[in-house]
């Protein structure tokens, strides 16, 4: 592997003097702050809802002001349109929230005897309604997934889980893999609500979930520009179950912060930035990129991926509640392959995270392109402590963390292609 030139380490050196120092303008942070802003003022980024179509034509409106070829690239998706999730306790009516898919075939308003999991009569599940924990993060492993088919399995008419987290909140999560509806209605609720719900053991209660179904197009954006034989790919999703501040919000500002600079650096690549629309329903959209449209890996110089949570404040747990702190949150991730630990290890020197060299375990929609055989690519996410959950916004991040992070992945995709590869 070469090694990365003086006068490149120079402008390392030029780039990374701080945030009061920067003098890029495309990096600013509060420009990128402003970015994050919009994208939650447009709503609810589930798939296919009208603030999904906002975002993609926001995104395309972007990159066509930059010189860029730009395109959507469309799926389709049966999607629930949520109106109301709610379990009624008694003369109680708790907030909840569906796990998607809902099943257009089941009955969303059931009631019975609300039947505790932990409890020593768990097994008698049979038409009634049952009650279980789930650890909150936004994505069921193996084991939750299990644990819910074997609860139908044994008669339950629906469940309610509460999801266990720091947030207090309810958190959503994404689709199983094969995006298969479930076969009674699944409803998530906010740890606050445990006492009511554990009131009520043995005794009547009832679970609705109302809303609609649609045959819809999901869509991703993609710009593309250069003339270079060799190209260099940089993805973000774009949709997910709330407005994403802090989720979405930071990957999407520095893919535009990116893409701007690249259309003004006269790189000699193909650039290709995709935005994909579908993440929570199982990485559909970027899926569907890397079936159609994505360049052979062996023509792919580089490939790095914005995903969830890579600016997000730390948040302290109290007595109260979190207490925000106005620093960068350490824990989130942050991978490269060993082909470009160079550039890699120059670039985020100063970066506070979880970094590490991939050893077959990719992070975000990174898992389908280690998959297809990319061998050349980094990229973040991370579950930040508001991860999925409904207050999400803006104030999960901040500008000097924004641009700290978009001046990181420019700064690396500069010192990796300056090694001349593919050229």
């Given at each position: 592997m070469k090694k990365i030139n003086k006068a490149v380490l120079l402008l390392l050196m030029l780039s990374t003097t701080g945030y009061a120092q920067q003098n890029t303008d495309t990096f600013n942070g509060d420009k990128l702050f402003a970015t994050v802003k919009k994208f939650v003022g447009l709503g609810i980024h589930r798939t296919g809802y009208p603030a999904d179509y906002a975002t993609s034509a926001w995104l395309s409106n972007e990159l066509k002001s930059y010189g860029y070829k730009v395109n959507y690239l469309e799926f389709p998706v049966k999607q629930f349109f949520l109106e109301s999730a709610t379990v009624q306790v008694g003369q109680n009516?708790?907030?909840?929230?569906?796990?998607?898919?809902?099943?257009?075939?089941?009955?969303?308003?059931?009631?019975?005897?609300?039947?505790?999991t932990r409890a020593a009569d768990a097994k008698t599940l049979n038409g009634k309604i049952a009650l279980t924990r789930l650890k909150g993060g936004g994505q069921l492993d193996a084991a939750s997934i299990k644990g819910l088919k074997d609860i139908i399995a044994q008669g339950a008419k629906g469940i309610v889980a509460i999801t266990e987290n720091i947030?207090?909140?309810?958190?959503?999560?994404?689709?199983?893999?094969?995006?298969t509806p479930w076969a009674v209605p699944v409803v998530f609720?906010?740890?606050?609500?445990?006492?009511?719900?554990?009131?009520?053991?043995?005794?009547a209660v009832s679970l609705t979930v109302k809303g609609t179904f649609k045959e819809v197009k999901g869509r991703n954006v993609y710009g593309t520009i250069g003339t270079g034989s060799k190209y260099v790919v940089i993805s973000t999703p774009i949709s997910g179950w709330f407005t994403c501040g802090g989720e979405r919000g930071p990957g999407i500002a520095t893919w535009l912060a990116l893409a701007k600079w690249v259309s003004t650096a006269k790189l000699p690549y193909t650039f290709v930035f995709t935005g994909n629309s579908g993440h929570e329903l199982a990485g559909i959209g970027a899926n569907a990129f890397l079936d159609q449209l994505a360049p052979a890996p062996e023509k792919t110089a580089l490939w790095v991926h914005l995903g969830a949570g890579i600016a997000t404040l730390q948040w302290q747990q109290t007595a109260t509640g979190l207490k925000k702190l106005q620093v960068v949150d350490p824990k989130r991730n942050i991978i490269y392959t060993a082909t470009v630990k160079n550039a890699f290890d120059a670039a985020f020197k100063n970066i506070a995270a979880n970094k590490?060299?991939?050893?077959?375990?990719p992070v975000g929609e990174l898992v389908y392109v280690a998959k297809k055989?990319?061998?050349?690519y980094a990229g973040a996410a991370y579950s930040h402590p508001y991860f999925h959950v409904q207050t999400d916004d803006a104030n999960t991040t901040s500008p000097v963390i924004l641009q700290e992070i978009a001046l990181a992945f420019k700064n690396f995709i500069e010192l990796d292609l300056a090694k001349s590869r593919g050229k």
């Open positions: 009516s708790l907030a909840a929230f569906p796990l998607w898919y809902v099943n257009d075939q089941a009955n969303l308003h059931v009631s019975g005897v609300l039947a505790d947030s207090g909140q309810i958190v959503a999560s994404n689709t199983q893999k094969d995006r609720v906010a740890p606050k609500d445990s006492a009511k719900l554990l009131s009520r053991i043995n005794q590490r060299e991939v050893n077959g375990e055989g990319y061998q050349n």
